[in-house]
T-cell receptor, first 115, second 112 residues
Framework: KAGVTQTPRYLIKTRGQQVTLSCSPI?????VSWYQQTPGQGLQFLFE???????NKGNFPGRFSGRQFSNSRSEMNVSTLELGDSALYLC??????????????FGPGTRLTVL | GENVEQHPSTLSVQEGDSAVIKCTYS??????FPWYKQELGKRPQLIID?????GEKKDQRIAVTLNKTAKHFSLHITETQPEDSAVYFC???????????FGKGTRLSVIA
C-alpha cells in the first residue's frame, strides 16, 4: 500500500504571496490532519478533515485554511505569507473513527521558506 | 483543550545506557498515548503506543509506562544504540474525533 504523499516537497515564496500544499492519504484513510513543525515548537496542530468536513481546528489565524476532496485528498492554503510561516508542513492520515487509537501515518512534508 | 508537556528537550546518553523521556498531559479524559520517532530529514513514525487501560507496554528495547493518576507517561529505551539518535515526540488523544496533541519533542543523542 502506498504511503502518504505530499507535494511539492520544497517551496520558496515571498511575503504576501499565497501557497497551496497537497496531501494524498493512504488508500482507505478518511482522516487527514495537518501540522506545522518548527524547531523547538514540535508538531503544532493546524486542522483535521474527515469525510470532506473540518472536524477539528488548532489555534492558527484564518490565513491558514484547508479542504478535503471526495477522494480524501486534502489541500491546505496559506494566504498573505509571513516570514514566520517558514516551516515544515506535515500531513498525516488515519482510518479514524470514534476510537482514539488509530495510528496516524505521516507524509514526508513540504518545506516552505518565506523570504 | 489537551496540553502535553515533554521533558527533557535534549538528552545525551552513552551507547548501551538507558534513556527515559517523560510526558505529562492535562486532560484526564485522554486515553491514547503514542510515541513517534523522527530521524533527521525523515517523517515521524510511530514506535509504540499505549491505551489507558494498560499500565505498561514493551516492544523489544522500548517500553512505555502510564500513570493515569499522576497524568504522566514515559518512554524507556534500554541498551541504546547510535541508530536510536532522533527526535522523539509523545502525544495524547481523547477520542478518534479529537486531535492528537503532541509534546515539543526530545532530541536524543546516543554517543558511541
Amino acid at each position: 500500500k502506498a504511503g502518504v504523499t505530499q507535494t511539492p516537497r520544497y517551496l520558496i515564496k515571498t511575503r504576501g504571496q499565497q501557497v497551496t500544499l497537497s496531501c494524498s492519504p493512504i488508500s482507505g484513510h478518511r482522516s487527514v490532519s495537518w501540522y506545522q513543525q518548527t524547531p523547538g515548537q514540535g508538531l503544532q496542530f493546524l486542522f483535521e478533515y474527515f469525510s470532506e468536513t473540518q472536524r477539528n481546528k488548532g489555534n492558527f489565524p484564518g490565513r491558514f485554511s484547508g479542504r478535503q476532496f471526495s477522494n480524501s485528498r486534502s489541500e491546505m492554503n496559506v494566504s498573505t505569507l509571513e516570514l514566520g510561516d517558514s516551516a515544515l508542513y506535515l500531513c498525516a492520515s488515519s482510518l479514524a473513527g470514534t476510537t482514539p487509537g488509530g495510528e496516524q501515518f505521516f507524509g514526508p512534508g513540504t518545506r516552505l521558506t518565506v523570504l | 483543550g489537551e496540553n502535553v508537556e515533554q521533558h527533557p528537550s535534549t538528552l545525551s546518553v552513552q551507547e548501551g545506557d538507558s534513556a527515559v523521556i517523560k510526558c505529562t498531559y492535562s486532560d484526564s479524559a485522554s486515553n491514547y498515548f503514542p510515541w513517534y520517532k523522527q530521524e533527521l530529514g525523515k517523517r515521524p513514525q510511530l514506535i509504540i503506543d499505549i491505551r489507558s487501560n494498560v499500565g505498561e507496554k514493551k516492544d523489544q528495547r522500548i517500553a512505555v509506562t502510564l500513570n493515569k493518576t499522576a497524568k504522566h507517561f514515559s518512554l524507556h529505551i534500554t541498551e541504546t544504540q547510535p541508530e536510536d539518535s532522533a527526535v522523539y515526540f509523545c502525544a495524547a488523544r481523547i477520542s478518534g474525533n479529537t486531535p492528537l496533541v503532541f509534546g515539543k519533542g526530545t532530541r536524543l543523542s546516543v554517543i558511541a
